[in-house]
């Protein structure tokens, strides 16, 4: 096994598309963090196999601040403070017509156990890549910009080192294994700054010119285990 860094952020996002929270330790299950991606705002007209309303359509989802009450271990709660500041609970009607009249787009909330991901329950960026994309971009360098569960610092490699890892298990603290399943193809939402929802173009353009449009990768657990920030990741060879 040959160590390669230290968790250095842990992330979920209760509602897809909508802000992250940062954690100090977490579940990693087989569906992933525990309450992450579990609701999501689906447009009622869409025949698309990517029907959910994102920051595509909705820039200002990225302002919008779920947070989870996991006090009650009978029921999980969820709530959302819009970008004025006003909060709701994630189903309530209020939400649901601002979010219909912001979008100009009849919605309704899915809520998915297993949650509602585009291609796998973890996602994984190296803080080099995050560093690297905004010195080539002059944006500031955000993680969330990229809406990762795991950011990586690594002992002394490069950015897009997280790229080599396809294909291979890393194991994160004593016990927690992922098997990294593929590359992360990116989106226009990266060219959006996760705090204002402003957008530079620059972010994606680069991704696409120098890498081919990934930045990240995706994984699938495969041994359920508690992480924190600070547990080293290590490759298994």
């Given at each position: 096994?040959r160590?390669v860094?230290?968790?250095r952020?842990l992330r ?7 802000r992250g929270?940062s954690l100090s330790?977490?579940?990693l299950?087989?569906?992933g ?8 705002f689906v447009?009622k007209a869409s025949r698309s196999?990517f029907?959910?309303l ?10 919008y601040c ?10 999980v709660?969820v709530?959302?403070t ?7 609970a994630?189903d ?8 219909e009249?912001r979008s ?5 909330l899915l809520?998915?156990g297993r949650g509602s991901?585009?291609?796998a329950?973890?996602?994984?960026i190296t803080?080099?890549?995050v ?7 002059g944006?500031t360098?955000d993680p969330?910009?990229?809406?990762p ?9 490069d ?6 890892w396809?294909?291979?298990i ?8 992922v098997a990294i399943t593929?590359w992360d193809q990116?989106?226009?939402i990266?060219n959006?700054?996760p ?11 680069y991704?696409v010119?120098?890498h081919?449009?990934?930045a990240?990768v995706?994984?699938v657990v ?9 547990d080293?990741i290590?490759?298994e060879e």
């Amino acid at each position: 096994m040959r160590s390669v860094g230290v968790i250095r952020l842990l992330r979920r996002y209760p509602v897809k598309s909508m802000r992250g929270e940062s954690l100090s330790a977490a579940q990693l299950t087989l569906q992933g963090i525990p309450a992450d991606r579990r609701y999501a705002f689906v447009q009622k007209a869409s025949r698309s196999a990517f029907p959910w309303l994102t920051a595509r359509e909705l820039p200002d989802m990225l302002r919008y601040c779920p947070s989870v009450d996991e006090s009650d271990s009978q029921a999980v709660r969820v709530s959302v403070t819009d970008p004025e500041g006003r909060q709701f609970a994630v189903d309530s009607p209020e939400l649901l017509r601002a979010l219909e009249s912001r979008s100009g787009r009849e919605l309704f909330l899915l809520h998915d156990g297993r949650g509602s991901y585009d291609t796998a329950p973890i996602s994984m960026i190296t803080g080099q890549t995050v560093a690297r994309i905004g010195r080539e971009t002059g944006v500031t360098d955000d993680p969330a910009r990229f809406r990762p569960n795991l950011v990586v610092d690594l002992d002394g490699g490069d950015a897009f080192g997280e790229m080599d890892w396809v294909g291979k298990i890393v194991r994160i603290g004593g016990t927690t294994r992922v098997a990294i399943t593929k590359w992360d193809q990116r989106c226009m939402i990266i060219n959006l700054d996760p705090a204002s929802a402003e957008a530079n173009p620059a972010v994606l353009r680069y991704v696409v010119q120098k890498h081919n449009q990934y930045a990240g990768v995706y994984g699938v657990v495969i041994t359920p285990g508690e992480t924190q920030v600070g547990d080293t990741i290590s490759i298994e060879e």
